[in-house]
């Protein structure tokens, strides 16, 4: 329900980095493509209160999604804007959308009938506001830009587009207390947490780990001549990495990459440094496009993540179920019962 209310503004901020990357996209509006749309055109009534077609439309997002259609495939484009099957195709995406709006507008009188959980416009309208401006910093346009992509997408400029973004963000507000309320019973014990580690204590091994320093190096010629000066004792493998490795990450750092855990499907070089004694050096061995030397400097067995590190984990996951399920429980007890005694009216 959350997901297709809030969808519409993320559905833009996505679709706007293309324009933000220098694409022209094309002008056409959603009343181009389902009819004449009126911001003041109730679409549906949900115990009286109204929710008006310009929050459908953006909610549907069809129009951008159409845009993008055009370009990626205009067959299909084509059928969707042209034939009775692709009008009656949209025309039952917009229903099903707007279902999904009817649910927030019912979550929402729930909310402040049942649990007296108010949003306001004004504390929506900041929110949004936040939302745009984090938007406009991170593409790095301005105002005006915005605008301009907006009106190309037939949303209107960016006022229109912050008040059409009142109704999700309002839902989505009022939804995030809702769910802190309903699921506020959720608890979890040591002993249940305890009880779930030590039925589940497989998901808590730990592989046996190797620490590996490497030197990489540009061909194969190159990897041995630097091999023969450290098997001649010449120089450290340390030594080795700082003066001739490639990778400027780990050659200051004497070549270290750190432990590595044993995994199902490791390439033939790993399941020799696995097999390797602390101190063997294995290679030449390419990978990708550099010649490698490694020296294994570490081992470790299997182990066992004990309960008190794994806890927290555990508890987060266990609150995660039972609120899972408190919440589902409520939708059905309360929510779908509450819905089914609402008077609703679809004029779409």
């Given at each position: 329900m959350r997901k297709v209310a809030v969808f519409f503004i993320f559905a833009v901020f996505a679709s706007l980095a293309i324009f933000a990357a220098g694409a022209t996209p094309t002008t056409l509006s959603t009343a181009t493509i389902m009819g004449t749309s009126s911001t003041t055109t109730v679409v549906a009534l949900v115990n009286g209160q109204p929710i008006y077609s310009n929050i459908l439309d953006m909610a549907a997002n069809v129009s951008p999604t159409l845009n993008q259609l055009?370009?990626?495939?205009?067959?299909?484009?084509?059928?969707?804007?042209?034939?009775?099957?692709?009008?009656?195709?949209?025309?039952?995406?917009?229903?099903?959308?707007?279902?999904?709006?009817?649910?927030?507008?019912?979550?929402?009188?729930?909310?402040?009938?049942?649990?007296?959980?108010?949003?306001?416009?004004?504390?929506?309208?900041?929110?949004?506001?936040?939302?745009?401006?984090?938007?406009?910093?991170?593409?790095?346009?301005?105002?005006?830009?915005?605008?301009?992509?907006?009106?190309?997408?037939?949303y209107g400029d960016v006022n229109q587009f912050e008040q059409n973004s009142l109704f999700t963000m309002k839902f989505s507000m009022t939804l995030d207390q809702l769910k802190?309320?309903?699921?506020?019973?959720?608890?979890?014990?040591?002993?249940?947490?305890?009880?779930?580690?030590?039925?589940?204590?497989?998901?808590?091994?730990?592989?046996?780990?190797?620490?590996?320093?490497?030197?990489?190096?540009?061909?194969?010629?190159?990897?041995?001549?630097?091999?023969?000066?450290?098997?001649?004792?010449?120089?450290?493998?340390?030594?080795?990495?700082?003066?001739?490795?490639?990778?400027?990450?780990?050659?200051?750092?004497?070549?270290d990459l750190g432990w590595i855990p044993q995994s199902a499907n490791m390439p033939s070089f790993e399941v020799q440094l696995f097999a390797a004694n602390i101190g063997d050096v294995i290679g030449p061995v390419q990978v990708q496009s550099s010649w490698e030397l490694f020296k294994v400097i570490g081992k470790k067995g299997p182990s066992v993540q004990s309960f008190a590190d794994a806890q927290s984990t555990i508890v987060q996951q266990l609150m995660t179920q039972k609120q899972s399920q408190i919440w589902s429980n409520w939708l059905k007890?309360?929510?779908?019962?509450?819905?089914?005694?609402?008077?609703?009216?679809?004029?779409l």
């Amino acid at each position: 329900m959350r997901k297709v209310a809030v969808f519409f503004i993320f559905a833009v901020f996505a679709s706007l980095a293309i324009f933000a990357a220098g694409a022209t996209p094309t002008t056409l509006s959603t009343a181009t493509i389902m009819g004449t749309s009126s911001t003041t055109t109730v679409v549906a009534l949900v115990n009286g209160q109204p929710i008006y077609s310009n929050i459908l439309d953006m909610a549907a997002n069809v129009s951008p999604t159409l845009n993008q259609l055009k370009n990626i495939n205009p067959q299909m484009y084509n059928y969707m804007t042209t034939t009775k099957d692709g009008f009656d195709f949209l025309s039952a995406y917009d229903k099903s959308v707007l279902s999904n709006l009817v649910d927030s507008v019912l979550m929402e009188q729930i909310a402040q009938k049942n649990y007296n959980i108010i949003v306001t416009e004004a504390q929506a309208m900041a929110q949004v506001k936040a939302q745009v401006a984090q938007m406009l910093a991170s593409y790095g346009l301005t105002e005006v830009q915005f605008s301009q992509y907006l009106q190309s997408q037939g949303y209107g400029d960016v006022n229109q587009f912050e008040q059409n973004s009142l109704f999700t963000m309002k839902f989505s507000m009022t939804l995030d207390q809702l769910k802190k309320v309903v699921t506020s019973s959720a608890t979890v014990t040591t002993a249940e947490a305890q009880q779930y580690y030590n039925a589940n204590i497989a998901n808590f091994q730990n592989p046996p780990e190797i620490d590996v320093e490497h030197i990489s190096l540009s061909s194969q010629s190159t990897a041995a001549s630097v091999l023969a000066l450290i098997n001649s004792g010449k120089i450290t493998f340390e030594s080795a990495a700082a003066k001739y490795s490639l990778d400027t990450k780990t050659k200051n750092n004497n070549g270290d990459l750190g432990w590595i855990p044993q995994s199902a499907n490791m390439p033939s070089f790993e399941v020799q440094l696995f097999a390797a004694n602390i101190g063997d050096v294995i290679g030449p061995v390419q990978v990708q496009s550099s010649w490698e030397l490694f020296k294994v400097i570490g081992k470790k067995g299997p182990s066992v993540q004990s309960f008190a590190d794994a806890q927290s984990t555990i508890v987060q996951q266990l609150m995660t179920q039972k609120q899972s399920q408190i919440w589902s429980n409520w939708l059905k007890n309360v929510f779908q019962p509450f819905k089914s005694s609402s008077t609703i009216k679809i004029m779409l």
